[in-house]
């Protein structure tokens, strides 16, 4: 079973919206807290957003006020909200979860998640 799915990921306008959605297996880990990372092409992954078991967050400087993470646990799902998209978030989306980590902050940083997604790709164009 694959431990997490993404998926909501499109081609946009300038200034457009999308929600992605990924669906983490009943059997996956989810350790302290789950994440939305992303990569441009030739760029190294970044963290996006991180949510932990209190539904404490925490985002990169770049995307707060615009991007909004959340966790439906009734469904087992983390959604990312994306609003005013800008050309620099174009990149693959990745979603991550299984890491132990007290502060949500240090979510944000790519090492130490045991689970990670397919991606899904986000192009934001004029």
């Known amino acids: 079973q694959v431990p997490l799915v993404e998926s909501g990921g499109d081609s946009v306008q300038i200034g457009g919206s999308l929600r992605l959605s990924c669906v983490v297996s009943?059997?996956?880990?989810?350790?302290?807290?789950m994440g939305w990372f992303r990569q441009a092409p030739g760029k190294e992954r970044e963290g996006v957003a991180a949510?932990?078991?209190?539904?404490?967050?925490s985002y990169r400087d770049s995307v707060k006020g615009r991007f909004t993470i959340s966790q439906d646990n009734g469904n087992n799902t983390l959604y990312l909200e994306m609003n005013s998209l800008k050309s620099e978030d174009t990149g693959v989306y990745y979603c991550?979860?299984?890491?132990?980590?007290?502060?949500?902050?240090?979510?944000?940083?790519?090492?130490?998640?045991?689970?990670w997604g397919q991606g899904t790709q986000v192009t934001v164009s004029s």
């Open positions: 991550a979860a299984g890491k132990e980590s007290y502060w949500v902050g240090y979510c944000l940083a790519a090492h130490g998640f045991k689970s």
């Open positions: 009943e059997s996956t880990n989810v350790g302290d807290c």
């Open positions: 949510i932990n078991k209190d539904g404490q967050t």
